[in-house]
């Protein structure tokens, strides 16, 4: 089935005034939240996933003046720390951004590392839309995508013409594969693995499994330690020297078990660590969105928050050596340095993003360098070292 193509630029005109206007939000999140975000909900007739697609593309097309702002986006030494052997500023995409990594090379400008996808073999379409709705009484969003992508030759292209541009900032390919509803399920998602990782291991610094999104049933089919294992298994024999890492999904305290029992499998087999937590399944009933057309949604944003916290103190008891990247609600600088207490190595997001604009990463960052700073740390890698003996 052929994808659903993006054409924001054939719906959404942006000129040169919009264009100034997105400019001056990405220094200011209170701008971007009182102007810049109202005027592309205008103009994408509140569709979220649309704003999306018309950042991207005028990202992509260098609309924005990428190269005179980059130098402000530019985080501070002391926020380095080391990942697989490279020095890397750790904070991220989350997957969602950029699912079919057609603005690795603009978004490289102002993160320290790029997660995209669900990156799968063949083209996906996902669910009809709308499938994307934004909450901003509480400044979170649902979805209900089901993994749309243009596959994996597509995005390999655009993973292949970055890294003749850009090798400092690491690409981490968030990829699955698919089960049917058919015999043979299993083993089919596991050649499609073995394919994504062939083609793309050349170029992409790391991979992330992604069977944790709540939107796509055939997924749930993969939620066994055993093929946890298996896919551990599979990603280090044909990546041994790239980042590996498992996606969980946000848990009850009483359901504590089988997401453990899930990463122990694959850290066990040689993976290198996790990343916490996905969206949650919210039921029809529950989203705000009038006649909404599918029975569930996933929720990230605020709400994730004590999930994300939960997990990530759940994770570094049971595997104090693994890399965790933890993502979902980090809206201040405040909660970022909490959250990198609680045991996390690399922080991404998506949702906060839509909220307050690229200017959010900037107020993310110093607020890190100033609880670094007054609690006697010269950086977040000494600070890091120190958890590590204590």
Avoid at 96 to 125: A, M, Y
Avoid at 194 to 205: F, H, I, N, Q, R
Avoid at 223 to 233: A, F, H, W
Wanted: charged share 25%; proline share 7%.
């Amino acid at each position: 089935m052929e994808p659903e193509t993006p054409k924001a630029e054939e719906h959404v005109r942006m000129g040169i005034g919009d264009k100034l206007t997105l400019l001056r939000g990405m220094f200011n999140t209170g701008y971007f939240r009182d102007c810049v975000r109202p005027m592309l909900y205008s103009k994408c007739n509140n569709d979220p996933e649309l704003v999306n697609e018309v950042v991207m593309e005028t990202l992509k097309k260098n609309g924005l003046g990428i190269s005179m702002v980059s130098p402000f986006f530019r985080a501070p030494e002391e926020l380095r720390i080391e990942v697989n052997g490279q020095k890397v500023i750790p904070f991220g995409t989350a997957a969602g951004i950029d699912k079919t990594g057609d603005s690795l090379l603009p978004l490289s400008n102002f993160f320290g590392f790029l997660e995209p996808g669900t990156i799968c073999v063949n083209p996906r379409k996902g669910n009809d839309r709308p499938r994307l709705v934004a909450d901003d009484a509480n400044l979170d969003l649902y979805n209900a995508q089901g993994f749309p992508g243009r596959g994996l030759d597509y995005f390999l292209n655009n993973l292949r013409e970055y890294k003749k541009r850009n090798r400092d900032v690491p690409v981490y390919a968030n990829i699955c594969g698919m089960p049917l509803s058919e015999q043979g399920a299993i083993e089919l998602a596991m050649d499609e693995m073995k394919k994504l990782l062939k083609e793309l291991e050349p170029y992409a610094d790391g991979f992330v499994w992604n069977c944790a999104s709540p939107n796509t049933e055939a997924l749930k089919l993969l939620r066994e330690p055993e093929i946890s294992r298996r896919t551990s298994e599979l990603m280090k024999e044909l990546a041994p020297n790239k980042l590996r890492l498992i996606k969980i999904w946000p848990y009850e305290p009483t359901e504590i078990s089988s997401p453990l029992r899930f990463v122990e499998s694959f850290i066990e087999a040689g993976g290198h660590g996790i990343v916490t937590t996905n969206t949650k399944m919210f039921p029809r009933e529950q989203i705000p969105a009038q006649n909404w057309g599918y029975k569930s949604a996933g929720r990230s944003g605020t709400f994730l928050k004590p999930y994300r916290l939960r997990s990530l103190k759940d994770l570094r008891s049971a595997f104090p050596d693994a890399l965790i990247v933890a993502t979902g609600g980090i809206f201040d600088g405040d909660d970022a340095y909490e959250t990198f207490k609680a045991g996390a190595t690399m922080l991404e997001g998506y949702t906060p993003y839509t909220f307050f604009g690229l200017g959010l990463l900037k107020q993310i960052e110093k607020g890190v360098i100033k609880r670094l700073k007054a609690d006697g740390y010269k950086s977040l890698q000494d600070m890091q070292s120190a958890m590590k003996k204590n």
